[in-house]
Structures are given as C-alpha cells and as structure tokens.
C-alpha cells in the first residue's frame, strides 16, 4: 500500500497547515463553532451532503457511491482543553488558557486528508459518513449526537475511531479487542451527623470519624472484591468536614472518582461502594447520602471490527508497525457510547518522533500533535473504507 501512503504524503503539506489553523484557534467543548463550520465548509466543497449542528456543534458528511448497502462510520473528535499552551510552537494558540492538548485538532485534520482523498479517488460502494463529534473531553458529545439522531439519520453498519498516543513511535498502531478504555464515574457522599463541642463527642454525632472510616474501609474494594487480574480504581480526591479544633462538624462531604476497564467490574464498584458507605455511615450513626454520577463508559472494541481494522492496518503498514493487542488504558473516551451502540473498533496511532523523541504525554501544555501522522492516519481511513465498503464481510479483506 506504499502507493496510498505515496499520494497523501503528497497532499500532506495542505493538511497539516489546517491542522496548525485549527491548534491556533483552538475552541472547548460545544463551542466548536469555527472549527465545526470550517469542516462542513471543506467537506461541502469536495461534494459531501452535510448535515450541521447534529448534538450542538457536530457535523456529519456523507458520501453515497453505488448500489452497495453497506454503511461506514468514522469519527473524529474536535474539541479542545482549558490549558494554558507551554508548547513552544510557531503555531502555539492564539487563545490564552485553551489549547489543543489531546491532539484533536490532528484528529479531524486526519479524517479531513482522507475526505478529499476519498471524494476525489475513492473506489468504494456504499455510504460512507464522517462524523466530526463536539465535547469529546468529559462533555459527552457522542452521547448528544446520539440523542440528537445520529444512527437514526446516519445509520451505520460499524463504526471506527483513532486517537494519537504519546509513548509510542509516530506511525506505529496499536488495536484491541475487547475493552480498551476504562468507564469513569463520579460519586458525592454527603454524612450527616449532629454537631456539638469538642469537649462533649457523647453528645454529638460525629460524622468526621465516619468518613475516616470510609475512607479507610473503600480501599478494601479493590483488594477484596474485584478480580485481581482486573484493573480498578477508587480514588477519594476530597475530603471536607469541620473547621475549628474544639468543634464536632455536623456534616461531611467525600468526592470519588471510579474507573474500571470491565463492565462487571464497573458494576461490582457501584455496588459495593454504596453498600459499605451506607452500613459504615449506619454503624456511626451517621446518614449517608450518595449521589452517583455515571461519566463514561467501558470502551469495548467488538472482535469482528477490530480484526477487520487489523488486517487494514497490517496491509498498510506491516507488521513491524501494528500492534496487534496492545494493553488496556485507565483513560476514558466517549466513543464507547457509540460503541455500544454500532460495532466497530478504536484504535491508537503513536505520537513519538523519530527526530523529535517522546512526546509530552495528551493534556501536558507541552504536548503538540506530531504531524507526521496526518498522511499515515489518512492513508488508514481510505484503505478502510475502500476496504470495507467493497468487502462482503467484515475480515475479508486480505
Ligand atoms: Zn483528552
Ligand atoms: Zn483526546
């Protein structure tokens, strides 16, 4: 596939100059209003049916070529973070405190190289859609286009997405099957007790100790009720209770943040996270009351697709270069909600230079998009889609 690689190494020099105008204008999440318009504009002009503002700021292309049925999906994300950029870069933001740290802005430049690729020399049968989503960063963008009619409109027989990684050489893939991404939820437990002086604990309700307690009794979960072979996490980031040292708080507040890369896992955390707040807080003589936050799920690549993605990556880059089942990663990407909807396959492409070295790591405010990627993730998307929409089934091509 050297010829494909060929042609968008050649047509790169466009792309990654639209890639530096988006990382210097760089927008948060559902205000992706210059960016949005910039990629519906590029994509009309190149012959696609565009639907605008799909879940706020999310844009859809659609190309039909055929009589084939089949129906692709490929998503970028296009939303940046509140960071001040420390970058360096002659293309640094031009936005004070908001900054591309996650790569994104090569994200939709990657799928926008192989649009046109597509749209001028693409030999394919069937639907294809580009979905450029809002408020990938912990807004839920997916989950708003989704609730806005995405697959209703769009539907789509399998879906595929790529994200940059920094710790692995620019170029380099690496796929999954099965869970890839850990779920991230978010709980507030609120103790109530009864105040009282310092002097006097035996006529007061002390909520302090209780949450000492639970604090301590949490850590057990992961040692004593999850798979040992299964990565989980319960972190209690905040803690507040009382203010003076001579009086008993009549309440205390915990913040949780709980990830798990299984979706039993996930379920198991929820559980007993409530059970032994609620029996702990009961044995003090302490309310509990807990608000659960479900955030983002498991990301979960189906095995069909990603041996699909497998072979497209193999065939484009060999085997030196594709990672076949890379590890789990305890982040989070809201990608898993389309994947729970539509099949399909999230996949990795690394971020260090051969010149450059390692790559700050995603949300660092030294990190920038290594644009060496934009021919590489582009010639991926076309051999894809070629691939897919002219395959029977997914696997077939070879
Ligand atoms: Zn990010
Ligand atoms: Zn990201």
Known sequence: MTYLLHALTERAGEFIRLRRDIHRNPELAFDEHRTAALVADKLEGWGYAVERGVGGTGVVGTLVRGTEGRRLGLRADMDALPILEASGRDWASERAGVMHACGHDGHTAMLLAAARHLAEHGRFDGTLHLIFQPAEEGGGGALRMMDDGLFERHPCDAIFAMHNMPGIAQGHMVMREGPMMASSDYATITLTGVGGHG??????????????????????????????????????????????????????????????????????????????????????????????????????????????????????????????????????????????????????IGNDGADTGPSCMVHNPGYDFNDGNIAVGSAYWVLLAERFLAAQEPGAAK
């Open 199 to 348: 002097a006097m604990p035996h006529k007061a309700v002390d909520p302090l100790v209780a949450a000492a307690s639970i604090v301590m009794a949490l850590q057990t979960i992961v040692s004593r009720n999850v798979d040992p072979l299964q990565p989980a996490v319960v972190t209690v980031g905040a803690l507040h209770a009382g203010q003076a040292n001579n009086v008993i708080p009549a309440s205390a507040r915990l913040e949780l943040s709980v990830r798990a890369v299984d979706r039993d896992t996930r379920k198991t955390l929820e559980t007993r996270i409530r059970e032994l707040v609620e029996m702990q807080a009961r044995s003090f003589g302490t309310e509990a009351d807990i608000q659960w936050r479900p955030g983002y799920s498991v990301l979960v690549n189906t095995q069909p697709e990603t041996e699909f993605a497998r072979q497209v990556a193999l065939e484009l880059l060999g085997p030196e270069r594709v990672t076949l089942q890379g590890q789990p990663l305890t982040g989070s990407e809201d990608f898993a909600f389309m994947l729970e909807r539509v099949p399909g396959s999230y996949v990795l």
